[in-house]
């Protein structure tokens, strides 16, 4: 269910930005984040909907934005 809904989100956003997605790379990245992750005791990856539409709708383009809000999560 993580995949597909990872694709799904992908190919949205691809459409709408004009870039295409290989599903296959998805996949192994999803799978290597996974594998090393529970190295280090991390959460599985996954997408977020909300999170990326919301960073679309703002004109985010790169991943500062995501540290500025983990930033944001922690000090709150």
Do not use: M, W
């Not at 870039?19 to 997408?47: H, M, R, S, W």
Request: proline share 4%; with cysteine.
């Amino acid at each position: 269910i993580l995949f597909l809904e990872h694709i799904s989100i992908a190919k949205l956003f691809g459409c709408i930005n004009g870039y295409k997605i290989d599903p296959n790379q998805e996949l192994i990245a999803i799978g290597v984040t996974n594998t090393v992750g529970t190295c280090f005791g991390a959460y599985p990856a996954t997408g977020s909907f909300s999170r990326s539409a919301i960073n679309s709708k703002a004109g985010v383009r790169t991943p500062l934005a995501g540290i500025l809000a983990g930033i944001i999560v922690v000090v709150a």
